[in-house]
């Protein structure tokens, strides 16, 4: 396995991309104050992915990042 995630995640051996406490804004001051270092996330994990190529994703929490990844992946033609 290989994704985005946390300690626990990587505990039980996922290769972490980037550690979700990068990817963790809370407000909508904070979300407006990091948008480049959100946008810069996100085109890394679609790089990450195309790079990757895994057999599937598999979405967990943070809905709006997720909803564009899923977008992505199904222009993509990924499962």
Do not use: W
């Not at 505990?11 to 990068?22: A, P, R, T």
């Not at 890394?44 to 979405?59: A, E, G, N």
């Amino acid at each position: 396995f290989r994704g985005f995630g946390g300690d626990y995640m990587k505990e039980v051996g996922m290769h972490l991309s980037i550690h979700y406490q990068k990817l963790a804004f809370m407000g909508v001051v904070a979300v407006l104050a990091n948008l480049r270092t959100i946008s810069k996330n996100l085109n890394f994990c679609k790089k990450d992915i195309l790079s990757f190529k895994p057999d599937v994703i598999i979405l967990i929490d943070y809905a709006g990042f997720n909803m564009r990844i899923a977008r992505f992946a199904k222009e993509k033609g990924l499962k």
